[in-house]
C-alpha cells in the first residue's frame, strides 16, 4: 500500500518514511548540522534482539525439569512416567509401527480440515468483508456460530454425517473456518479509508484494488488467523479421535487409558505437541517473509 502512497504524494511518502525512521534521524537532515543534546546512555525499550531458534529454550528447560524431578524421586512414576520410559515407549511404538501409522491418519484429518477451514474462512470474510450485502448475510451467523463451540455441535454433527471420516473433518473445519473468517474479517475492515479513496483517485481496478489494498492489509490478520486454525486444527483432533474412532493419535491415547499406560499417553501428548509447535513455527516463518516490509517488536 506505501507504493500508492509514493504515486499520488512522493514528498509525502518520504516524509512518512523519515518519520518511521526514529527521531534520532531528524537531526542530521539540519543545515547547521547540529546533533540533538546527548542525553547519555539511551534506554532500550523494546524485548530485544531474537535468538535463533530461541523459542526452543522454554520446551528445552521444561524437559529438564521433567527429566530431574523423575530422576531425584520426586515424580511417581504411576502418575507421570519419566522422558526415559516415555523415549523407550517411544521407540518400542516406532519398531512396530504402530505410532507411524495412527501419526500419518491424524495428519491427514488434521490437514484436510485445515484446508476446507482456511479456504471457507477466507472466502467468508472476502464476501464479507468487501460487499455491504455479504455482510449483512454472513456476519451474523458467524458471530452467532463463534459463540457456540464447535465441540457442542458434535451430537448434531453425527447425527447428520454418522462418526465417520467426514464428521471428523468437519469439526475440524468449522473451527479453523471461525478463527480464519474473525481475523481476516477484522483486518479486512480495518483497513484505512484513506486507501480506499487514493485507489478511487487513481482510478484503479476491482483486480488492481484488491492486489494493492486489500491483499496487503488483510494479510496481518490472515496470518493471526491461520496460526489460531493450525491450533484448532489439533485440539478439534484431540477430541474427534477419542469418539468411536478406530486409528489416530487420540485413538492410541484412548486406548492406553483403559489400561493405565501413563507412556502411550505422553508420547501421543509429545506427537500432539511437536506437531502443534512445528506448524506454528511454519506459520511463523512464512509470515515473517511474506510481510518482510514491516517492523514490529516479533523481529
Known sequence: MTDLLAKAHPAGARTAHERAAGPDTAGEGRADGAAPAARGTRRRLGPGRALPF???????????????ASASGHLDPRILSSPATVLSTAADLL?????????????????????????????????????????????GPLQIKRAIPSLAMLPLLILWLGIGEQMKVTVIALGVAVNMYINTYASLTGIDSRYVELAEGLDLGRAQFIRKV??????????????LGVTSSWLG????????????????????????QSDVIIVGLVAYGIFGFASDAAVR????????WRRTLAG
Not at 530461541?54 to 529438564?64: K, Q, T
Request: glycine share 14%; aromatic share 10%.
Open 285 to 292: 516463518a512464512i509470515e515473517r517473509k511474506v510481510l518482510s
Open 95 to 139: 519398531s512396530t509401527g504402530r505410532l507411524q501409522d495412527n501419526v500419518l491418519i491424524s495428519l491427514q484429518r488434521a490437514g484436510l480440515g485445515l484446508f476446507f477451514g482456511v479456504t471457507a474462512g477466507v472466502v467468508l470474510a472476502v464476501a464479507a468483508g468487501l460487499s455491504r450485502s455479504g455482510e449483512y448475510l454472513l456476519d
Open 54 to 68: 530461541g523459542r526452543l529454550i522454554g520446551p528445552v528447560l521444561l524437559v529438564a525439569v521433567w527429566w530431574a
Open 237 to 260: 483432533l484431540i477430541v474427534v479421535e477419542q469418539i468411536n474412532a478406530t486409528s489416530g493419535i487420540g485413538y492410541m491415547m484412548f486406548q492406553a487409558q483403559q489400561y493405565a
Open 214 to 227: 486489500v491483499v496487503p492489509g488483510s494479510l496481518p490478520g490472515f496470518f493471526v488467523g491461520l496460526r
